[in-house]
């Protein structure tokens, strides 16, 4: 008979899996609340994009938390419970995420000012290509009010949620949670 003590020597208890799935379920919340906030009558159809502010910090600093396939997932609930073009907002975070992941090298050394800057393109970046996916679809172009204000007030919001994000990070690290 063998030994049992050999089974939990090579037993792997450090598992990324139990992080994905929190990490993924916050995006999941922030589109949740995304939607919440499409309701009120001052970000009626224009909401920020909190979850890609979130997907965005989590896959510059933390890439294995937030795996390609989980990102596209809350991308596509984002477009089915936001009446988005189905796909549309799903496709255009990943594209932002390959890129992003591409030159992460750079960003990780980048002051916030940079960063934010750089932020401000990405999400430009999405939201022209779902206007673009939307009009090709629809065969007419949206009001680009309301685009321009989700824009504006997602920029705005973008150092608050980077502090909360960062304070919630180190608050776990500190409890030993978090790497």
Sequence with gaps: MKDQRSYFQTA??????????????????LVFIEVGMAQMPVFYGASPLLSWIFVYYIRLYHVSLLPVGTVFLIGL?????L????????????LAIY????????????????????FV????????????FFS??????????????????TIILFPISFFLITLSHRLLQRLGLAS
Excluded: H, K
């Design 12 to 29: 792997n208890f450090q598992s990324a899996l139990p992080y994905q799935f929190l990490a993924g379920a916050v995006g999941l919340c």
């Design 83 to 94: 009446s988005d073009v189905l796909g549309g907002r799903a496709t255009a975070m990943i």
């Design 121 to 132: 393109i990405f999400t430009a970046g999405i939201l022209i290509f779902q206007l673009f």
């Design 136 to 153: 090709i679809i629809n065969l007419a172009i949206p009001s680009l009010n309301a685009i321009l204000f989700q824009l504006g007030v």
């Design 77 to 81: 609930i984002g477009d089915l419970l």
């Design 99 to 118: 890129v992003t992941d591409a030159r992460r090298a750079r960003l990780e050394q980048y002051d916030f000012g940079s960063l934010w800057f750089d």
